[in-house]
């Protein structure tokens, strides 16, 4: 018989990126209690990988829980970029329902559907939180019709319609019902979702049934599966069994040595939990997203959300270039291939394949910022490695026609911009769909482009708006292939010996390009150093010394001027490099490459190709 947890209450807080719910999160926590008093508390607490903390953005969701007048609340924060939209199905498995969080200014933006329509698709409640209402040009009352026109294009159902809507200041730690009401402090919100969200239903005398949605994994006690009971009960020492809805002959019997719930920031260990418990388990070895942890005697598994496909690809390949093994810890290909599937442990929308060569495997994922943000965690681990231009994943129709990821692309530029932005955009086979003023000088553009085609675009973007523009891509299904794109009018300035940059050599170099080194670093024959501003690539002795005469002296050098080199960050690399390159990445350096170091095969291999 179906009962309720009147005592708990499970919510996931989502958004469009950069609208503040990690920050909103941060204020629940600190209003409810965790800390105690005078507490040194970072921002973004819940943020705690170092790349999220740098960069300001949710990669991973987190659990987190808090207890308010008697009830506790699980909090599920989840990530906004498209790009780890796998991050967010899988969790809203476990809640009951959602906070949607808008920006006051902003609006609705793509990833705001994107959440919502998830959520919808679950039939989950959702609770509207209006935040940064003390933003200058905020417009609270604008942004609610906006959001219900939203869900009236998402087919919400009546009940859906009838969200509540609530107004805060994340920053600030207040919230409010009604615009006119003084603000205090969170409790409006609080409240509104002890009342509003539904408290779990499950069937206690049922045998146990936990859907895992994510995997933690540590060092010392390997995966960690976290889920909500959905019926039953589970305890310490219990003895189990493994299912899984999409694969029927997974049928594996493994003990539950330990139990944990989430308390604040930590994780309390317990020795059983009952029905709308979102708990995590570990000891087990074998655990995988979308298993279903069953009493033996009755094992069902639960349905999971099928995770939206990878649309982009990358090769990851042992560094072979003549500086290789110097600066990583982990060089050699048993490294690369053990780190790349220890990575799918928790990765639901990362696909590993290997390929013919034992040197170079498939990496496939959700965007150029997926597959950064995995780059940038390797090479602090100590990895090196190099790695390819990003490609897209195509797939045959039905009559063996070729067809390619598709993305939505909403651009919001200056005005004097928007020019530009079309032209370079149209380049790129997009289709603008729409376009409109919002009347403070700013223009949204809306494009439906190939996937490929936004590629290595991010950097010409920040370029030609003077990085006033924002753009924010939505995937948008499979369509018909849409031609060839040239990537990049630009060819590259290739070193043509190895040995160490110096002053006279950059300074004759620097006329021909824009530079990517200064003098002191470490070259070889085939490393890529700079851009040409022609379509052409063009090789350069960046070694060269001035030959020393009776009348010339070396301290002369010192009078040449070198303009400062253009150092560019990892995406900028992965953005900036052709097909026929690689960029190394150590510990310590980013190189781009040419794939064939040598020039005479160089040119061969191009005169192939080009015939």
């Known amino acids: 018989m179906l009962t309720s947890r009147e005592d708990i209450r499970n919510i996931a807080i989502i958004a469009h990126v950069d609208h503040g719910k990690t920050t909103l999160v941060d204020e629940l926590l600190k209003q409810s209690g965790v800390f105690r008093q005078g507490q040194e508390v970072a921002e973004r607490v819940m943020d705690s990988n170092d790349i999220e903390r740098e960069r300001g953005i949710t990669i991973l969701s987190k659990n987190t829980a808090i207890t308010y007048k008697d009830k506790k609340i699980n909090i599920i924060d989840t990530p906004g970029h498209a790009d780890f939209g796998g991050e967010v199905e899988r969790v809203l498995k476990m809640v009951n329902g959602v906070i949607l969080v808008v920006d006051a200014f902003e609006g609705p933006m793509p990833q705001t559907k994107f959440v919502l329509r998830k959520a919808m698709e679950l039939k989950l409640p959702v609770i509207c939180c209006i935040n940064k209402i003390d933003r200058p040009e905020a417009r609270p009352s604008e942004v609610v019709d906006e959001v219900l026109e939203l869900l009236l294009e998402l087919d919400a159902s009546d009940e859906q319609l009838e969200c509540p809507f609530i107004f805060a200041s994340a920053k600030a730690g207040t919230a409010v019902r009604n615009l006119e009401d003084e603000a205090v402090n969170m409790e409006p919100l609080f409240e509104t979702i002890v009342d509003y969200i539904p408290a779990p239903q499950g069937d206690p005398d049922a045998g146990t049934q936990i859907l895992i949605s994510t995997i933690d994994y540590n060092e010392y006690v390997g995966r960690i599966g976290v889920g909500k009971v959905d019926n039953g009960s589970v305890s310490v020492n219990q003895d189990v069994i493994i299912v899984n809805a ?4 997974k ?11 989430f308390e604040g920031l930590e994780r309390k260990e317990v020795t059983s939990a009952s029905i709308g418990s979102i708990v995590a388990i570990s000891g087990i070895t074998d655990i995988h997203i979308g298993d279903t942890i069953c009493a ?9 959300q099928k995770i939206s496909e990878p649309t982009i690809a990358m090769h990851f390949i042992v560094n072979d270039s003549p500086l290789a093994g110097k600066e990583g810890k982990f060089v050699t290909s048993r490294h690369l291939r053990d780190r790349l599937f220890r990575e799918l442990n928790t990765d639901v929308s990362l696909r590993v394949e290997e390929t013919e060569t034992t ?4 990496v496939s994922g959700r965007g150029e910022l997926h597959l950064s943000v995995l780059i940038e965690n390797m090479r602090r681990e100590g990895y090196e490695f ?3 231009k990003a490609e897209v994943l195509y797939k045959k129709d039905d009559n063996g026609k070729l067809l390619e990821p598709m993305e939505l692309a909403y651009v919001d530029v200056p005005e004097e911009f928007s020019g530009t932005v079309i032209e370079k955009l149209s380049q790129r086979k997009g289709e603008l769909l729409n376009m409109s003023s919002n009347g403070s000088g700013n223009t949204r553009l809306e494009f439906r482009i190939p996937s490929r085609g936004l590629i290595g675009y991010r950097g010409d973007f920040m370029t030609d708006t003077k990085g006033n523009g924002v753009i924010n891509t939505l995937f948008d299904g499979y369509a018909p292939y849409k031609g060839d794109i040239q990537y990049r009018k630009l060819g590259s300035l290739i070193a043509f010996e190895a040995g160490e940059s110096v002053t006279y050599g950059l300074f004759n170099a620097q006329e021909r390009g824009t530079l990517f080194i200064g003098p002191g670093e470490t070259v070889y024959s085939g490393m890529v150093i700079g851009q040409c501003p022609k379509a052409e690539d063009i090789e350069l002795n960046v070694c060269k010394t001035k030959h020393l005469t009776n009348t010339r002296s070396s301290s ?18 992965l953005d900036f490099i052709d097909t026929d390159e690689l960029l190394e990445v150590t510990p310590t350096h980013l190189r781009i490459r040419k794939k064939i170091l040598d020039p005479t095969l160089r040119k061969r291999a191009s005169f192939k190709k080009n015939q």
């Open 246 to 249: 999409h694969e029927p002959e």
């Open 251 to 261: 049928q594996k019997k493994v003990k539950i040595s330990k139990l944990y719930e």
């Open 296 to 304: 033996i005697d009755d094992p069902k598994p639960i349905e999971f």
């Open 359 to 362: 040197e170079s495997f498939k």
């Open 386 to 388: 190099a790695v390819s």
């Open 556 to 573: 002369a050098d010192e009078a040449l001027h070198l303009t400062p080199p253009k150092i560019m960050s990892l995406e900028q690399a």
